[in-house]
């Protein structure tokens, strides 16, 4: 896929609400998908790969100056968020590995991010916002008040 060919991919799920989105990862490639997102918003994410002898698959997901918001090495599931901390450009990428003289078939990966109001799931997210943010549990039931209020 050469870049002209990816750029018009990002921008029609860009123009699309997309609950989940699946493709195919060949031995030994790297697939990248960019969005824009506003200052201050939470992005989650959640992903699955199908199984592949003998791959190894990893998970970066970066913003425009090459931060590291989520990394996972030997991605296989799992889940990933992150606030935005300025209106910022990001980047998810799955990359995989084969050694030398090995053959396999591609992998399938199903990826389901939702951001801003969407993504606050409460219920799912608040461990790992915890554990990024170092917020205790009060200040994410405030949170968690304070949201439902302004959507009343």
């Given at each position: ?29 790297k697939k990248c998908l960019r969005e824009e997102i506003h200052k201050n918003v939470l992005v989650t994410g959640e992903y699955e790969l199908s199984d592949a002898p003998g791959q190894r698959t990893s998970l ?93």
């Amino acid at each position: 896929m050469d870049l002209t060919q990816c750029l018009v991919f990002i921008w029609l799920i860009c123009l699309i609400t997309v609950d989940c989105l699946t493709f195919h990862l060949k031995p030994n490639q790297k697939k990248c998908l960019r969005e824009e997102i506003h200052k201050n918003v939470l992005v989650t994410g959640e992903y699955e790969l199908s199984d592949a002898p003998g791959q190894r698959t990893s998970l970066r997901v970066t913003d425009s100056k090459s931060h590291i918001l989520y990394n996972k090495d030997e991605a296989k599931k799992g889940k990933f968020a992150f606030t935005t901390e300025e209106y910022d450009m990001f980047e998810v990428c799955f990359e995989t590995k084969m050694p030398a003289g090995g053959h396999g078939g591609d992998r399938e990966v199903f990826l389901n991010m939702k951001h801003g109001v969407e993504a606050k799931d409460y219920e799912n997210c608040c461990t790992q916002i915890l554990k990024t943010k170092n917020q205790s549990a009060q200040q994410v039931e405030l949170n968690h008040f304070d949201a439902n209020r302004l959507q009343v």
